[in-house]
Antibody, heavy 118, light 108 residues
Framework: EVQLVESGGGVVRPGGSLRLSCAASGFTFDDYGMSWVRQAPGKGLEWVSGINWNGGSTGYADSVKGRFTISRDNAKNSLYLQMNSLRAEDTALYHC???????????WGQGTLVTVSS | DIQMTQSPSSLSASVGDRVTITCRASQSISSYLNWYQQKPGKAPKLLIYAASSLQSGVPSRFSGSGSGTDFTLTISSLQPEDFATYYCQQSYSTWIFTFGPGTKVDIK
């Protein structure tokens, strides 16, 4: 059974940093690209960042470019999102997701909540 | 980045109605378009991938069409469990797979 379990969320002040982690199990992790998708309370889905199977190719939404860094450790079956210079508008539930070969997402984690507030 | 728009932003429909949701990309994305359904408090569910391929286990009343910049999700006969928010997503741009703003389908 595919499982994606996020951790690392919490309350942080504007300008602060957080590192999200996603522990993957139930599939061959380095066969798949991975992504982070967020959803602010009462709002729509927003693609945050994606990474290919070996970390050699990444992409970021304009809203987080230069502040967030996605990475993965295939030996640990883990995905990460380093978030710096956090803003109030980064407040959201952050989902880890497995990306299929056509870029679709079938498996989602339950999410970790990030709240940026003074 | 490629921008995605959806219309309408919301609609009211009755059980048994045929419902059509449109998604438009700011540039050609070939057939790299996926559709999701999301219910409150739940993770999104993949319905359609590659514009027109039905995900395994999804009822056949859901269908997708289109290519280039214009795409459509159709529900042929709306069922009570279909009241939800629907999102399109492009997967053409390398590792920046933008979502549309969503279409909320509720009960008339």
């Amino acid at each position: 059974e595919v499982q994606l379990v996020e951790s690392g969320g919490g309350v942080v002040r504007p300008g602060g940093s957080l590192r999200l982690s996603c522990a993957a199990s139930g599939f061959t992790f380095d066969d798949y690209g991975m992504s982070w998708v967020r959803q602010a309370p009462g709002k729509g889905l927003e693609w945050v960042s994606g990474i290919n199977w070996n970390g050699g190719s990444t992409g970021y939404a304009d809203s987080v470019k230069g502040r967030f860094t996605i990475s993965r450790d295939n030996a640990k079956n883990s995905l990460y999102l380093q978030m710096n210079s956090l803003r109030a508008e980064d407040t959201a539930l952050y989902h880890c997701a497995r990306v299929s070969w056509v870029g679709a997402i079938y498996y989602w984690g339950q999410g970790t909540l990030v709240t940026v507030s003074s | 980045d490629i921008q995605m728009t959806q219309s309408p932003s919301s609609l009211s429909a009755s059980v048994g109605d045929r419902v059509t949701i449109t998604c438009r990309a700011s540039q050609s994305i070939s057939s790299y378009l996926n559709w999701y359904q999301q219910k409150p408090g739940k993770a999104p569910k993949l319905l359609i991938y590659a514009a027109s391929s039905l995900q395994s286990g999804v009822p056949s009343r859901f269908s997708g069409s289109g290519s280039g910049t214009d795409f459509t999700l159709t529900i042929s006969s709306l069922q009570p469990e279909d009241f939800a928010t629907y999102y399109c997503q492009q997967s053409y741009s390398t590792w920046i797979f933008t979502f549309g703003p969503g279409t909320k389908v509720d009960i008339k």
